[in-house]
């Protein structure tokens, strides 16, 4: 249980004992949590009833678990960690999209289970003892949830392996309790006053679909090989790597959600979440409660923040894991006091997680593709180029970056930021999908169909230039399969 040393270098096989059982665990224990629950309450703050919110969350995060499982396999062949990974077709230095990317994912999301979790935890609080709910209050609580997690997150992937797989058992329980307690008040009408975010039944069922559904496997694109890394190749195949990671990410997503549908309904929670769920709660069930805000909100965010840790560590290879830790869990802490002081849940959310989903996805798919075309073969000592600031290798390309999958990536980014519909801004596209959120659509064909054009498989490894090859410090593979 010492403090985890190792950041996105290679895991030595040694090391590397973890199992599917494992991995599992970890994508259900972690997800038990607020912050994850609370997405299960997008739909019905949209206007919808049970079974329109169950159908789109559900629908939403199968295709989502479809997109996002199969990046499990990448981490499991190159043992370190997704972005890093992604060097292999975008370059050792454009890989730092991916680091971009993973890092803005993991700061909302950390952000957002701090901020719901504190809030539930100072709504407890104060119907049982008389806590004042006011600002001072608040901070204080947001303050107290990050120091828990910087030390989780800080400590690594062991301690938050082992808190995953307590959090796993106990807080199904405490979910299991909670359906008994606002099963008196539970509905399966839509709260009233709250009319459909869009207008129209389609188009904000087809909203809930992305929003609330996708945006969770999403979520990994870029964090499952922080757990992958860990597992052996030579004791556990692709196939039951690929298998548990399914399990994990249905079931660790669609349990906490459905039950945020249902509590949010029982509590008519259609303008806010936090303080109904309270106010709703019979008075025996909030220990229990403020007992799934704590120790949920720290395990999810312990996690995410692990992992923003790593990201800023790729993205600034002299900072160690833990330092870069502690400068990412300071600038969480700030996002969650703008998000409760400057902002609203709902409009929070919804803008974040379709402005990621529609940049990410590009990313994921051309990762995937990429994955696809080398058959898992990587170089892993070329992986590692640019984290030993050197130069060279069959993942140089052009001065460490691969042009043309960057570019792809950016146009499909651009094209899906163009079709995005949120509280906040909605792109120039939506005239032409008939004013229907598509922008994940989009952005995953755009790039993937630009970068399968543009990169012709086989052809990656000749745009390594001579000179590179030959530069000071160069890290040499000959024969390693790529792109």
């Known amino acids: 249980m010492a403090i985890e040393q190792r950041g996105v270098d290679t895991i030595p096989e040694a090391e590397r004992t973890s199992g599917p059982r494992d991995l599992v665990s970890i994508l259900l224990g972690s997800n038990l949590c607020l912050g994850v629950i609370v997405f299960g309450w997008l739909p019905v703050s949209f206007g919808l009833g049970l ?7 559900v629908t939403g995060t199968l295709v989502g678990v479809a997109l996002t499982a199969p990046l499990a396999l990448v981490s499991l062949r190159t043992a370190t960690n997704l972005s890093t990974s992604s060097g292999a077709f975008f370059g050792v230095r454009g890989r730092l999209v991916g680091s971009v990317v993973g890092l803005l994912l993991s700061l909302g999301y950390t952000a957002l289970t701090v ?10 609080l104060e119907r049982l003892i008389g806590l004042p709910t006011g600002d001072a209050t608040h901070a204080a609580v947001y303050a107290l949830l990050a120091v828990l997690t910087v030390a989780a997150a800080v400590y690594g992937y062991r301690l938050l392996l082992r808190l995953s797989q307590g959090l796993a058992v106990g807080m199904t329980l405490l979910l299991a309790l909670g359906l008994f307690a606002y099963a008196g008040d539970f509905t399966t009408a839509a709260v009233p006053d709250t009319p459909y975010l869009l207008g129209s039944f389609w188009p904000t069922w087809l909203l809930s679909a992305v929003a609330a559904g996708l945006s ?3 979520a990994f694109i870029t964090l499952l090989g922080d757990y992958t ?27 906490p959600q459905l039950f945020g549908t ?22 025996w069930y909030l220990v229990p409660l403020l007992l799934a805000a704590t120790a949920g909100s ?15 560590d790729a993205i600034l290879p002299r900072a160690t894991r833990a330092r870069a830790t502690l400068v990412v869990a300071a600038v969480a802490t700030g996002f969650v006091f703008l998000g409760h002081f400057a902002s609203d849940a709902q409009t929070a959310m ?11 996805t590009p990313w994921a798919v051309i990762t995937l593709i990429g994955h696809r075309r ?9 992986l590692q180029v640019y984290n030993r600031r050197s130069r060279g290798g069959v993942y140089w390309f052009s001065a460490g970056w691969h042009p043309r999958a960057t570019a792809s990536w950016a146009i499909g980014a651009a094209v899906g930021l163009a079709g995005v519909s949120t509280p906040l801004y909605e792109g120039p596209l939506l005239a032409l999908t008939g004013g229907i959120d598509a922008s994940f659509v989009l952005s995953g064909v755009v790039g993937g169909v630009l970068y399968a054009v543009l990169t012709p498989a086989g052809s990656a490894a000749r745009e390594t230039t001579a000179a590179d090859a030959k530069a000071p410090g160069t890290v040499t593979a000959p024969g390693a399969l790529v792109d």
């Open 51 to 57: 079974w329109a919110s169950v159908t789109s969350v």
């Open 115 to 124: 901020w719901i979790g504190g809030d539930v935890m100072v709504g407890t």
């Open 216 to 218: 969770g496997p999403v």
């Open 229 to 255: 890394r860990y597992v052996s190749p030579e004791r556990h195949s692709q196939k039951t790597v690929w298998g548990a990671t399914c399990l994990g990410l249905v079931v660790g997503l669609l349990v």
């Open 262 to 283: 249902v509590t949010a309904l029982a509590a008519r929670g259609g303008l806010d979440y936090a303080g109904p769920l309270v106010a709703a709660s019979p008075a």
């Open 298 to 312: 720290v395990g999810n965010a312990g996690l995410m923040l692990y992992s923003m840790g790593l990201d800023l």
């Open 350 to 360: 919804t803008s974040f997680v379709l402005l990621l989903t529609a940049i990410g």
């Open 374 to 382: 080398c058959r898992g073969a990587y170089d892993a000592e070329a």
